[in-house]
């Protein structure tokens, strides 16, 4: 085969289809651009290649997400070197440098995880036979305990803003577990009133700004759900508030489906609830939570009523067991100690 620079470069397999496969991943990767020259590709221009061999196959936000710290961490810091004399020094530089400007050790391990990836790739490709960022060292991040509501945290919640427009969207995060993209992108024709169940089939994600509805985050996030009677009756309530609200906006209307809607049937943005959602908890003496907590929220209150693991992983739509094991551990050894505790009084008759 004949590489642009006018060399040539030969294939060798134990079988012709073993060549012939061979020379047509070359040839792929010449239109792509990719100098098949291990020794010429530098960092920079193999990232370059790899964001567009990987768009069409990840979520649009997460490529958005790739690109930008290939373009303001690993290019800047890597892109010079030549992808096959690349190793785990360049990478630790990065890492530090990335830390002495002082961002988090989130940061820094997420773009060492985006590079351990495209490396991965151009092992696959025989472009490298070790990969620099797998050897680098991590950042040490820890992480702060999960603390969830209460039961008696969530009622007082759940009382305080019944009559907020975010009532609704607050109560049914608790009772189903989804994540705020999953409730933002939840349509009416995701939602059966009549058998009490919700199934989730796409997150409203904004990319570039622009509203989108993308897949669930894995196969194990595409799920039915079935509601208890008091989410459901929450989901009454927005019914009919959407529907008075609609008879308000008229013409400015505008019908998206969705089940949570700005009061002009618009996709709900995200800042917004955040800011909304931190004024009712302090309105109510709660203390400060994520939204995204009441997504432990759910698990915990399901804890609490002996729900097994497994039965916790197929309510939030986690891919592993594993996830849903490490995350909330140590509420399963609170809840057992409380077990345990109640156990000791029962027998010592307090």
Same mark, same amino acid.
């Given at each position: ?85 690349l190793k785990a ?71 305080h803003t019944r ?61 039915? *759900?079935? %509601?208890?009677?008091? /989410?459901l009756a929450a @989901?009454?309530?927005?019914?009919? !508030?959407?529907?008075?609200? $609609? #008879? ?72 592993? *067991?594993? %996830?849903?094991?490490? /995350?909330?551990?140590? @509420?399963?050894?609170?809840?057992? !100690?409380?077990?345990?505790? $109640? #156990? ?7």
């Amino acid at each position: 085969m004949s590489l642009p620079d006018g060399r040539r470069k030969s294939f060798y397999g134990k079988t012709r289809k073993a060549v012939q496969d061979q020379l047509r991943e070359a040839q792929r990767k010449v239109e792509s651009g990719i100098d098949l020259s291990k020794d010429r590709i530098t960092v920079r221009q193999y990232l370059e290649h790899w964001l567009k061999d990987i768009e069409p196959n990840v979520r649009p936000s997460t490529h958005t997400s790739y690109s930008s710290y290939c373009r303001n961490h690993l290019i800047p810091s890597l892109g010079s070197i030549r992808l096959s004399e690349l190793k785990a020094p360049h990478v630790n530089t990065m890492l530090r440098e990335m830390a002495e400007k002082g961002l988090a050790p989130r940061t820094r391990n997420y773009a060492r995880s985006i590079l351990r990836k495209a490396l991965n790739d151009a092992i696959d490709a025989d472009l490298l036979s070790s990969n620099a960022a797998e050897k680098a060292r991590p950042a040490r991040q820890s992480t702060a305990p999960i603390e969830p509501l209460t039961p008696e945290q969530v009622q007082i919640l759940l009382r305080h803003t019944r009559d907020h427009w975010l009532g609704p969207l607050i109560h049914t995060a608790i009772g189903t577990g989804l994540r705020q993209g999953e409730l933002f992108g939840l349509r009416w024709d995701d939602v059966d009133l009549e058998n009490a169940t919700i199934t989730v089939r796409f997150a409203l994600q904004r990319i570039n700004r622009v509203p989108t509805f993308v897949p669930p985050k894995t196969e194990k996030s595409r799920r039915t *759900i079935a %509601l208890d009677p008091t /989410t459901l009756a929450a @989901l009454k309530r927005q019914r009919i !508030r959407q529907l008075e609200a $609609r #008879m308000v906006a008229g013409e400015k209307w505008q019908d998206w489906n969705l089940v949570f809607t700005s009061t002009i049937g618009t996709p709900l943005d995200q800042s917004n609830v955040t800011r909304q959602f931190q004024r009712l908890l302090r309105e109510a003496g709660l203390p400060r939570q994520r939204f995204h907590d009441l997504r432990h929220c759910a698990a915990s209150l399901l804890l609490s009523q002996g729900a097994e693991l497994r039965t916790i992983q197929e309510f939030l739509g986690h891919s592993q *067991i594993s %996830l849903t094991a490490n /995350t909330y551990t140590h @509420l399963s050894e609170k809840l057992r !100690r409380d077990t345990a505790q $109640r #156990m000791g009084e029962a027998l010592s008759g307090t």
